[in-house]
């Protein structure tokens, strides 16, 4: 296995989707696949632009840097401030939402490193096709399969 150069953040991009924005510090070829680590940017009254899902092989590990995000798994609120960490494990049901009165940085870590920056450009894509209605549901289902991760099934109307 060929194993990546070392280097400090050796991807400097930012990814938008919508308002949010997601700045890869280390991807699976920088870490021969065990982790890919980025920031998650999500201002003041924003909320996961993609539908609530799960992810089917890989956790995810959230840490708090600035404001709280309050992040919903298998529908428990979960409010996660600076220093706090949370751990989604395969299969839990997630999402998020920015209810807080600042902006909100958050660390993300996935391992194995299966969610990489592709990922969030694909998603992107979809989600601003959709020009701030909800996204074509087959078109995001097919991309989350490609990424590891299978959307939740939606809650029936009341």
């Given at each position: ?90 299969g839990a ?53 490609r990424h ?11």
């Open positions: 296995m060929q194993q990546g150069a070392t280097g400090v953040n050796p991807s400097e991009e930012t990814i938008k989707i919508g308002p949010l924005g997601i700045r890869f510090l280390l991807k699976g070829e920088d870490s021969n696949g065990s982790v890919s680590v980025f920031e998650v940017l999500v201002p003041i009254g924003q909320k996961l632009m993609a539908p609530a899902h799960k992810n089917d092989a890989y956790e995810e590990v959230l840490y708090g840097i600035e404001g709280v995000l309050t992040w919903t798994v298998d529908g428990v609120p979960i409010e996660v401030g600076p220093g706090q960490a949370l751990c989604i494990p395969r049901v997630h999402r998020f939402d920015n209810f807080g009165r600042e902006d909100v940085k958050q660390l993300a870590v996935i391992t194995p490193a299966i969610i990489g920056p592709a990922y969030f450009r694909e998603a992107a894509a979809v989600i601003g096709a959709a020009r701030g209605g909800p996204p074509d549901r087959a078109k995001m289902t097919e991309v989350f399969r590891g991760m299978t959307l939740a099934t939606p809650e029936p109307v009341k």
